[in-house]
């Protein structure tokens, strides 16, 4: 809708003749009122305060220690998943779905972390893991504990194949507030979890495929294991390392 409405004509600005007015300053705003001013774009998009920062300007340390909370997490992950159950056609397919969710998360956690590490602070940049082992470690510890306070419960390789590792939590906390149907009883919803995990294993170059199983147990009947299945090429350079 335009302004004026057609037909109409806005009222006429008045002037005041009096010297006194015409030559008095104009009230300037406080400095508090300027920094809070928003500015918008030609065309609108995104708002920018006045002082022209945005959260990119933040130093990526203030909320190194902060926490996030958990009905917060609940409600957000939740919402996560009926998005995702949209136009799904079936348990995997969800699973895909979710799993994709996570893994652009991973690949910038991945250089979050990197630039917090405490060890690189000497260095011009953060060196990222070159050997598998060194890589799992990395995510059983610091990722874990960035994202759920504590390091994963278990990591092991498997026997059967070499280019197969299992990192085992038994009480994932993605599942702790999800409700599962009965008919949907082999969902484990920690696949955007596995997402996350893939994304890391890309960011350096392990390429892998990263599924999430359930085998709980007596003791922990929500346990799930995370299975990382690396490319060829990720153990044909593993290899050739060792014999460097």
């Known amino acids: 809708m335009s302004y004026p409405p057609q037909g109409l004509k806005p009222p006429p600005l ?18 508090s009122s300027t920094a809070a001013t928003a500015i918008t774009g030609g065309g609108g998009g995104l708002r920018y305060p ?3 920062k945005t959260i990119y300007d933040r130093n990526l340390n203030r909320s190194k220690t902060s926490e996030l909370s958990r009905a917060s997490f609940a409600y957000l992950f939740g919402e996560m998943i009926t998005y995702a159950q949209r136009r799904v056609t079936g348990i995997q397919d969800l699973e ?22 405490p060890s690189s602070s000497s260095r ?6 070159t050997r598998i082992l060194a890589l799992l470690q990395f995510i059983t510890t610091t990722l874990w504990r960035h994202l759920f306070g504590r390091q994963a419960d278990a990591l092991e390789r498997s026997k ?3 280019d197969e590792y299992m ?15 009965r008919e949907m009883s082999q969902l484990n919803c920690a696949a955007f979890v596995a997402g996350v995990v893939e994304g890391v ?3 350096t170059a392990f390429n892998a495929r990263v599924t999430a199983h359930t085998m709980g147990t007596e003791m922990w009947p929500a346990k799930t294991v995370f299975l990382i299945k690396f490319v060829p090429e990720v153990l044909e350079r ?5 014999k460097v």
Do not use: T, W
């Not at 011009?124 to 893991?129: C, E, K, L």
């Not at 990192?167 to 149907?181: C, F, H, Q, R």
């Open 167 to 181: 990192i085992s939590d038994n009480e994932p906390l993605v599942n702790a507030y999800i409700s599962v149907p």
């Open 50 to 52: 006045s002082n022209r």
């Open 124 to 129: 011009s940049a953060p060196q990222r893991p």
């Open 96 to 117: 895909k779905r979710l799993n994709a969710q996570g893994y652009p998360l991973g690949l910038r956690l991945l250089d979050l972390l990197m630039y917090r590490d």
């Open 238 to 242: 593993e290899a050739f390392l060792v």
């Open 201 to 203: 294993c890309d960011g």
């Open 14 to 31: 008045r002037q005041n003749n009096s010297s006194s007015s015409s030559n008095a300053p104009s009230p300037q705003p406080s400095s």
């Open 160 to 162: 059967e194949h070499e």
